[in-house]
């Protein structure tokens, strides 16, 4: 599970970016202060930190600057939108600069992009998997199960790709329809409710449990 460090010493703000961000999926742990930030940096390992220029004990600036050689990207999250300062956040290593007030859906855009073109040392994505003698290609979007081609539809194997990449995972409903139909999708989570019945027919497995009020986990 990728895990973000989200510095913020402003509580609304600080738990707004924590609850969009859990809900798709990502493992968050907050700061209210640069020092405890450097504490919790130096006592664990962070895939991305999102963090604010004008926080408390130790600014962002100087906690940049603490933080370099352990190479974690970062993407400042803050009101100040002189160039001088973008210009300081970017020489000392920011890989991206986001000016508030933002809107939740370009951050997490800027979060998923980021963790594409910097993806975490340890998240090993599997090409195959076997189970219930399916074997799932991702490399080659395809499904056999006793030999024979299963018949998914695009979304079907996208749903089916989130799930099994996320084994034992409890994904809720809102995280899958963000991560297969896209942040703008308009329609509601009935939707993965029905893709995931057509899954288990076509599939012939239980490892898809449903998670009471909450979403879906793909046992492996």
Not at 3 to 11: A, F, H
Not at 104 to 119: D, F, G, Q, T, Y
Not at 153 to 170: D, G, H, R
Request: with cysteine.
């Amino acid at each position: 599970m990728i895990n973000i460090l989200v510095v913020e010493d402003e509580e609304p703000i600080r738990e707004l970016i924590k609850m969009n961000l859990s809900m798709v999926g990502y493992n968050i742990e907050t700061a209210s202060n640069g020092e405890n930030a450097l504490l919790l940096i130096n006592k664990n390992n962070y895939d991305l930190i999102l963090l604010d220029l004008m926080i408390p004990k130790i600014d962002g600036f100087s906690l940049m600057k603490n933080i370099s050689n352990l190479k974690i990207p970062v993407i400042i999250v803050t009101a100040r939108d002189n160039i001088n300062d973008k210009i300081k956040g970017y020489n000392l290593g920011a890989d991206d600069y986001l000016v508030k007030p933002f809107d939740s859906m370009e951050l997490l855009l800027r979060v998923k992009a980021l963790l594409k073109r910097c993806p975490p040392d340890n998240l090993h994505v599997e090409d195959i998997y076997t189970f219930d003698n399916i074997v799932i290609d991702i490399h080659k979007h395809s499904v056999t199960k006793d030999g024979s081609e299963v018949i998914l539809t695009l979304k079907e194997f996208e749903l089916l790709e989130e799930l099994i990449s996320n084994k034992n995972i409890v994904l809720s409903r809102d995280s899958l329809i963000t991560n297969v139909w896209g942040y703008d999708y308009l329609g509601n989570t009935r939707t993965v409710d029905m893709h995931i019945q057509k899954l288990r027919n076509k599939l012939d497995t239980e490892r898809i449990k449903t998670i009471f009020k909450i979403g879906y986990k793909f046992e492996y």
